[in-house]
C-alpha cells in the first residue's frame, strides 16, 4: 500500500526542486508544482493561500494546518532569514526553528 503524502513533505518537496517564491507587498507569489501561482499570505499566524487546496478544503490558517504552498514559503524563510542579525530589544523570543511571518 502506497503511504500517503503529507502537505508539509510535499511543501518540502517543492523547497528542495527549487521552487519559486517571490516577495511581494502583501505576502509571497510562489509557483506550485503545475507551474500555476499562488499568493501565500501570513498575518498573526495565520496563514492563507489562493491555491484550491486552501480555499476550498479548508486547509491553510492556523500553522498545523496549512498547505503545500504555506509550508514552502515557511521553508523558504528559514533559510532566506539571517542568523548573524543583530537583536535589539524590542525583537520577540522565538522557539528553535519556529518561523515567525
Same mark, same amino acid.
Given at each position: 500500500?502506497?503511504?500517503?503524502?503529507?502537505?508539509?513533505?510535499?511543501?518540502?518537496? *517543492?523547497?528542495?526542486?527549487? $521552487?519559486?517564491?517571490? /516577495? #511581494?507587498?502583501?505576502?509571497? *507569489?510562489?509557483?506550485?508544482?503545475?507551474?500555476?501561482?499562488?499568493?501565500?499570505?501570513?498575518?498573526?499566524?495565520?496563514?492563507?493561500?489562493?491555491? &484550491?487546496? $486552501?480555499?476550498?478544503? @479548508?486547509? @491553510? @490558517?492556523? $500553522?498545523?494546518?496549512?498547505? /503545500?504552498?504555506?509550508?514552502?514559503?515557511?521553508?523558504?524563510?528559514?533559510?532566506?532569514? &539571517? #542568523?548573524? $542579525? &543583530?537583536?535589539? /530589544?524590542?525583537?520577540?523570543?522565538?522557539? &528553535?526553528?519556529?518561523?515567525?511571518?
Amino acid at each position: 500500500m502506497k503511504q500517503k503524502i503529507t502537505r508539509q513533505e510535499r511543501g518540502l518537496e *517543492l523547497f528542495r526542486s527549487g $521552487a519559486t517564491v517571490k /516577495k #511581494t507587498e502583501d505576502g509571497y *507569489l510562489v509557483t506550485g508544482s503545475n507551474g500555476n501561482e499562488y499568493e501565500v499570505r501570513c498575518d498573526y499566524d495565520q496563514w492563507t493561500c489562493s491555491c &484550491p487546496d $486552501a480555499t476550498y478544503r @479548508g486547509h @491553510g @490558517g492556523s $500553522a498545523t494546518d496549512l498547505c /503545500k504552498h504555506a509550508y514552502l514559503v515557511k521553508y523558504w524563510l528559514e533559510t532566506s532569514v &539571517p #542568523t548573524s $542579525a &543583530p537583536i535589539d /530589544k524590542h525583537d520577540i523570543h522565538l522557539k &528553535p526553528q519556529m518561523v515567525v511571518c
